[in-house]
Each structure stands twice: as C-alpha cells, then as structure tokens.
C-alpha cells in the first residue's frame, strides 16, 4: 500500500488549509482499517489531527479547537485534511497514515511540508 499526500506548500494566515491522502494498493472502505492525518511542527514531535474509519466514522483531536474535518472520496479513493483559520504555528509536515488497528505496522505517506505565511 502506498499514501501519498497533496496540496499547497503554502497558505496564507486565517486561511485554509487543504490537503488530499490518495491510496494505492488498499480501498480507504477495506474493514477495521483507520485513516489519519498527522503533523509534525518544525522542532518538535508528532501531533494526531484526527481520522476517518472505513466506515465513515470520524475522529478528532480536541486540540485543534475544531479546526479540523476530514472527509474521503471512495471514488478516488483518497482522504481529505481541511484546517481552518491557520497561523504560522501551524506550520509543519503534514503525513497521512494507513493504520490497521495495530494488526500490522501502519502506512505513512512521505509527508509534506506546509507553511503558513504571508
């Protein structure tokens, strides 16, 4: 299975940002299987955003304030990050992951790096 993480390296404060987890090799509806979206901010360590199960299922970090929705497209199989009103403290590598419930080690996307900055 391979993820593979989209969208802009760059978005303005107070704006939106988007980014798409697209899957090969695995449907994002196969069971007992979770689809997550996790950062990590320069300097510092990994931070759960939240996930989407096969079934639809969805799952948040309180965190982030409700800033965060996630949704999925099964026809391109791919998932989907949107975080709103974004500062510069939320500049970081954003990775997608594919994680079996721990039956298996998870998938991780490469990752990519989003700024925000005007």
């Known amino acids: 299975m391979r993820l593979q993480e989209s969208g802009p390296g760059l978005v303005a404060p107070s704006q939106t940002l988007s980014l798409t987890c697209t899957v090969t090799?695995?449907?994002?509806?196969?069971?007992?299987?979770?689809w997550t979206w996790i950062r990590q901010p320069p300097g510092k360590g990994l931070e759960y955003m939240g996930a989407?199960?096969?079934?639809?299922?969805?799952y948040y970090s309180p965190s982030l304030s409700g800033r965060t929705s996630i949704s999925r497209d099964t026809s391109k199989n791919q998932f989907t990050l949107r975080l709103t009103s974004v500062t510069p403290e939320d500049t970081a590598v954003y990775y997608c992951?594919?994680?079996?419930?721990?039956?298996?080690?998870?998938?991780w996307g490469k990752g990519t790096l989003v700024t925000v900055s005007s």
């Open positions: 090799g695995g449907s994002i509806t196969t069971d007992f299987w979770l």
């Open positions: 989407i199960e096969n079934s639809g299922s969805l």
């Open positions: 992951q594919a994680d079996p419930y721990g039956r298996v080690p998870p998938y």
